[in-house]
């Protein structure tokens, strides 16, 4: 918290004010340390009781006053140039809810230190901008912005996510109520952190029923041509072979059925196979997928908004 805050007070564009929250109503250290930078814009919010990651974060998008509004988590930190940087890109791009910049990765080490890992999130010619339109395919599954390096216009009314959705999947489900387009910054403006520790713990069941969701919603609404699904599954037997997602996907939302006329062989017997390595996870995450129909419901009417949206946007 300390170094985020020290980046914030570095930031070369000095017009701004700050929220201190603190999640923790038995810790008496972020007031205490903010108190010790005496600076009249920090302003301390200590938690009557813990709201957890999500339930901050709910709290924290809402219709503001000021014009823009930044989130930097704890254990992320911005580059001086940060704020006056998104806030031009911003001025530039009138139409652009929510703007991102890219972000460096940085590793935590056994003694305390940090390691720079020499990579960013996104591989991007530093000084280009782009924007994306509904919908993209990262999007099918995963989100394209970042809390930490993320500008959004205060003007807009930001609904909550449901607050029992894994900590992991909130960039994703909010992304599905943003308008769009995005604006990417493709200079690496700010700093993720790769801790030894983290809060999110080990979801398994959780991460793959968000996902499973984000999947399903995204296939049941935007149209998909038979090119289309065929990469679906390519995609998802790359990197970390998610194709047992697709077949959860299929087996909960109707609309998705169409998918399974692309698995191959393969595809049906690594899936089988998956399933008998891990029996309770599979059952978990079928549970979850009838357990927690809101957060499919959720997902399913911002999508379609988005998918209106921009059906009435697109020329005839």
């Known amino acids: 918290m300390p170094r985020a805050l020290g980046s914030l007070l570095q930031q070369t564009f000095r017009d701004w004010v700050c929220e201190l929250h603190n999640d923790d109503p038995h810790d008496p250290f972020p007031s205490e340390h903010a108190a010790a930078r005496g600076d009249p814009r920090i302003t301390v919010v200590n938690h009557a009781r813990n709201y957890g990651p ?11 006053e000021e014009p823009f ?40 080490q056994g003694d305390g230190s940090w390691r720079d890992t020499g990579s960013t999130l996104w591989n991007a010619e530093e000084g280009d901008s782009k ?19 993320m500008l959004a216009r205060g003007d807009y009314d930001y609904p909550p996510v449901p607050p029992d959705i894994d900590f992991a999947a909130i960039e ?13 910054v493709s200079r690496p403006l700010a700093n993720f952190s790769i801790t030894r520790t983290s ?25 998909q041509s038979d090119d289309g699904l065929r ?19 299929a087996a909960h939302f109707a609309e998705c059925r169409r998918l399974l006329r692309f698995a191959s062989l393969s595809d049906w ?14 059952m978990r995450v079928l549970s ?8 499919s419901d959720f997902l399913l009417r911002y999508t379609r908004e988005l998918q209106q949206r921009t059906y009435r946007l697109s020329p005839s």
């Open 172 to 184: 994703p489900f909010r992304e599905r109520t943003f308008r769009h387009p995005l604006l990417l």
């Open 131 to 149: 924007l994306f339109q509904w919908p993209q395919p990262r999007q099918l599954s995963g989100a394209l912005h970042s809390n930490g390096s």
């Open 269 to 282: 017997l690594w899936t089988a196979a998956y399933s008998v390595r891990h029996p309770r996870l599979t």
């Open 199 to 223: 809060a999110r713990g080990e979801r398994q069941a959780e991460w793959t029923h968000a996902v499973t969701a984000l999947t399903g919603t995204y296939l049941a609404t935007v149209p």
């Open 288 to 295: 979850l997928l009838k357990a927690k129909q809101t957060q």
């Open 69 to 108: 509004f930044s989130l930097l988590e704890d254990d992320n930190w911005w580059e001086p140039e940060f704020l006056e940087t998104m806030v031009a890109a911003m001025r530039k791009h009138p139409e652009v809810q929510v703007a991102w910049s890219n972000m460096r990765v940085w590793e935590e």
């Open 231 to 249: 990469s679906v599954w390519r995609e998802a037997r790359n990197g970390a072979r998610s194709t047992h997602t697709l077949f959860l996907a």
């Open 54 to 64: 999500v339930g901050s974060f709910n709290l924290f998008f809402k219709r503001i």
